[in-house]
């Protein structure tokens, strides 16, 4: 059965907690976020992204997009630390992934 769900808030952050809010009231513990780099920069943003995957093609494509959108990482030094980073090649790409804290604070 396919449920259309009509995101409720006037913020970001309010539209974010009340999807967060309707996943875990159907039992859902864990997702994937798949979405463009708006979406992305407004899980962000929230705190609510806990583990990061990028996958790395070797192919030259020319002028990229960003990943991310958001205001908050203006700086290198404002920059996402990635902790407990592992990688795993698969056929000619490589996944990295890493968690935005460490193991013992998640």
């Given at each position: 059965?396919?449920?259309?769900?009509?995101?409720?808030?006037?913020?970001?952050?309010?539209?974010?907690?009340?999807?967060?809010?309707?996943?875990?009231?159907?039992?859902?513990?864990?997702?994937?976020?798949?979405?463009?780099?708006?979406?992305?920069?407004?899980?962000?943003?929230?705190?609510?992204?806990?583990?990061?995957?990028?996958?790395?093609s070797p192919k030259v494509a020319g002028n990229g997009i960003n990943?991310?959108?958001?205001?908050?990482?203006?700086?290198?030094?404002?920059?996402?630390?990635?902790?407990?980073?592992?990688?795993?090649?698969?056929?000619?790409?490589?996944?990295?992934?890493?968690?935005?804290?460490?193991?013992?604070?998640?």
């Open positions: 059965d396919l449920n259309i769900i009509i995101i409720e808030g006037t913020s970001d952050s309010e539209q974010v907690e009340f999807i967060l809010k309707k996943l875990k009231d159907i039992g859902v513990m864990s997702a994937i976020l798949e979405g463009g780099a708006t979406v992305t920069g407004l899980f962000l943003m929230a705190g609510e992204i806990d583990q990061f995957l990028y996958t790395i990943s991310i959108n958001s205001n908050c990482y203006n700086k290198v030094s404002d920059w996402q630390n990635l902790h407990d980073i592992t990688s795993l090649q698969i056929k000619d790409d490589i996944l990295f992934s890493g968690y935005s804290r460490k193991y013992d604070t998640i």
